[in-house]
Antibody, heavy 118, light 113 residues
Framework: QVQLQESGSGLVKPSETLSLTCTVS????????WTWIRQPPGKGLEYIGF???????NYNPSLKSRVTTSLDTSKNQFSLRLTSVTAADTAVYYC????????????WGRGTLVTVSS | DIVMTQSPDSLAVSLGEGATINCKSS????????????LAWYQQKPGQPPKLLIY???TRESGVPDRFSGSGSGTDFTLSISSLQAEDVAVYYC?????????FGQGTKVEIK
């Protein structure tokens, strides 16, 4: 069974960098594409970016200047870094497996709330 | 970006009755070379991640009850629930994956009347 689990800091100060990791089990991350999606409290879903097992990436233009993603195949993990955060970046962050590129999302992590506050 | 617009924003349906959610894209998500519509539907219950229900506009994900069905093509799509159950109370989202950035509708909240 494919499972994903987000981990990382739940509280980040304004202007600092948000860092999250998604640990995948049940399938190798050297297959499929892997995605980050976020959801501000009480609001809808926003695609952040996806990365291929090859390491190539695609980011939402609205966030592209601040986003970096990477793979760690030895740990079966992938990561997200979002720089220069503001209160508008407060959200539940989900990692997900993506079918296709672009594609739909068939397995999701449970999500982790990241709050940006001093 | 392709803008996805759902209607209504919310609806209340009696148990056992049908529910219909509409999703309209600002441009066609039908890829002519393979005649596939790049459109998915998700269900999100409070405190949970979204769950994939439908992809390619009408293909039900494994394990999804057959009371859920998707239809439509081009720019206009529908998610139908044939006989609403209590466990179907949730917010439903459509998503296009025809082009990046992949975009979602704003969500439709389904409640019991």
């Amino acid at each position: 069974q494919v499972q994903l689990q987000e981990s990382g800091s739940g509280l980040v100060k304004p202007s600092e960098t948000l860092s999250l990791t998604c640990t995948v089990s049940g399938v190798s991350i050297t297959t499929y594409s892997w995605t980050w999606i976020r959801q501000p409290p009480g609001k809808g879903l926003e695609y952040i970016g996806f990365l291929f097992y090859s390491g190539s990436t695609n980011y939402n233009p609205s966030l592209k200047s601040r986003v970096t993603t990477s793979l760690d195949t030895s740990k079966n993990q992938f990561s997200l870094r979002l720089t220069s955060v503001t209160a508008a970046d407060t959200a539940v962050y989900y990692c997900a497996r993506q079918r296709g590129a672009p594609g739909y999302f068939d397995f999701w992590g449970r999500g982790t709330l990241v709050t940006v506050s001093s | 970006d392709i803008v996805m617009t759902q209607s209504p924003d919310s609806l209340a349906v009696s148990l056992g009755e049908g529910a219909t959610i509409n999703c309209k894209s600002s441009q066609s998500v039908l890829y002519s070379s393979n005649t596939k519509n790049y459109l998915a539907w998700y269900q999100q219950k409070p405190g949970q991640p979204p769950k994939l229900l439908i992809y390619w506009a009408s293909t039900r994900e494994s394990g999804v009850p057959d009371r859920f069905s998707g239809s439509g093509s081009g720019t206009d799509f529908t998610l139908s629930i044939s006989s609403l159950q209590a466990e179907d109370v949730a917010v439903y989202y459509c998503q296009q994956y025809y082009s990046t950035p992949q975009t979602f509708g704003q969500g439709t909240k389904v409640e019991i009347k």
